[in-house]
């Protein structure tokens, strides 16, 4: 079997890699300085000039990117590389609505899914595979990334992107196959049904690759002993190209991070201090190898820690471990990243006021999320039937904000519970980061 998807790159002394590091760093520096009007501003802003920066260890020098900056910027004004030289986009929801938008050149595609490449033959993927890619197609990233990432290592690829259950099974069932890759709560629910159908002696897996979302060890051992696989973690953001940021090997013991093309910090969320190596931090990384949407120092909220540790794969990467939380307020639900800010702004435009609460839960396998919001003192002398039309009217709103469902209700004035301090807006049941 196949250990390694670029085995020179994967298991390359940590001397190579610093090397390659600093000098694809530099380079990107002045790639973006060269083009990169908005992220120049920022360098000006805070005194630093790229003559400042002779290596890596000046990059704390840099300012930090933001969620908040790619929405000012938005659409194009993080791009580092002319339009004309990009082919595609992917997006993700915003802070306030407004899509992260991450574009690509050729060669930035290639790359990434070079990266998803090597968290498919970490988990055993050969060219005899069948990679039945359940990840949204489309705007999201999971199911272009895997699917790139299969077609390179050769396998037979499923483009068969999320839902509809019965023709995943039969897919699974007939063509046999091998690795899944979809959001681990997908695959429990994927799991469920296969026992519910009795099927489970016709499925061929050994392998899943599941990430998006967070998941605990306890659902990791669910998954695979319904299954009978592997189940293997792979992290990756949009703004960054998408999964394969960091991936597991057959350790799973933690993600390695593809660090020829990644710079990895932690740092604290509060004070934006840079953290040593081996601390519970935010990860903020430094793509060192893309041309249309190199980020330098982007905050990614997730909380998680580093370490580099003899690996008994043999690749060297320093690896992190599961997010285990968020230092903002997003929430991840049915694998779409979702912010309170964006429930508040439909709520607002369609007349409601900000006295609301979010309730996320899990049932069985499946998130759900509710929204309760109080009515106004002119809906308040309105007919119930009146009241389910703008009940169906703000859940229209919400999924075309959201793109997904979620069950509103307009419920009594003053029932919200008033909170003297910060408000509660979000009741988050599931228990996700173990
Ligand atoms: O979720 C990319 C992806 C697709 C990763 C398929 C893995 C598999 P976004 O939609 O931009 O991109 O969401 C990124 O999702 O900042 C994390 O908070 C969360 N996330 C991603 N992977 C994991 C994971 C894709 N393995 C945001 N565990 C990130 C926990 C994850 N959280």
């Known amino acids: 079997m196949e250990l390694y998807y670029q085995k020179e790159i994967e298991t390359a002394s940590p001397e190579q890699i610093r090397e390659w590091q600093n000098e694809r760093f530099l380079n990107t520096l002045g790639h973006v300085w060269e083009n990169n009007k908005y992220y120049k501003k920022k360098m000006l802003e805070k005194g630093v000039i790229p003559e400042d920066i002779h290596s890596i260890d000046d990059m704390w020098k840099l300012p930090y990117l933001t969620k908040d900056d790619l929405r000012e910027a938005y659409p194009y004004g993080l791009m580092s590389a002319p339009l004309s030289d990009c082919v595609r986009i992917q997006s993700t929801s915003g802070t306030t609505g407004k899509r992260v938008v991450a574009f690509y050149t050729k060669e930035d595609i290639d790359l990434w899914e070079d990266c998803c490449a090597r968290a498919i033959v970490a988990a055993g993927g050969t060219k005899e595979d069948v990679v039945q890619v359940c990840y949204g197609y489309g705007l999201f990233t999971g199911g272009n990334g895997l699917h790139g990432g299969s077609h390179k290592v050769g396998c037979l690829t499923l483009p068969m992107s999320s839902g509809n259950t019965e023709r995943q099974l039969q897919f699974m069932v007939d063509l046999e196959s091998t690795i899944l890759c979809c959001t681990p709560s997908y695959a429990a629910y994927l799991a469920e049904s296969i026992h519910e159908k009795g099927i489970r002696n016709d499925i061929k897996l050994k392998a899943g ?143 409601l006021t900000s006295n609301y609460q979010i309730v996320v839960d899990r049932v069985g396998t499946t998130d759900s999320i509710e929204i309760n919001v109080e009515m106004t003192p002119e809906l308040f002398s309105d007919t119930i039937n009146t009241i389910e039309i703008r009940e169906r009217q703000i859940t229209e709103a919400m999924k075309s904000m959201l793109g997904i469902y979620a069950k509103v209700s307009i419920v009594e004035p003053k029932s919200i519970i008033r909170s003297e301090g910060k408000a509660v807006r979000v009741i988050d049941k599931r228990k996700l980061y173990g």
């Open 209 to 351: 690759i599941f990430g998006a979302e967070a998941w605990t060890e306890e659902m990791r051992k669910d998954i695979e002993s319904r299954l009978g696989i592997k189940a293997y973690d792979i992290y990756g953001l949009t703004e960054l190209s998408g999964p394969g940021v960091a991936f597991e090997c057959c350790e799973q013991t933690g993600m390695h991070i593809n660090e020829d093309h990644f710079i990895v910090e932690t740092i604290d969320p509060e004070t934006g201090k840079v953290l040593p190596e081996g601390e519970k931090g935010e990860l903020v990384f430094t793509s060192i190898t893309k041309r249309a949407f190199p980020l330098l120092r982007y905050r990614t909220k997730d909380i998680a820690v580093l370490k580099r540790e003899k690996c008994s794969c043999g690749r060297t990467f320093v690896k992190m471990s599961k997010p285990m939380g968020r230092s903002d307020d997003m929430l991840i639900i049915k694998g779409v990243n979702v912010f309170p800010s964006q429930i508040e702004t439909v709520l607002l435009n369609q007349g």
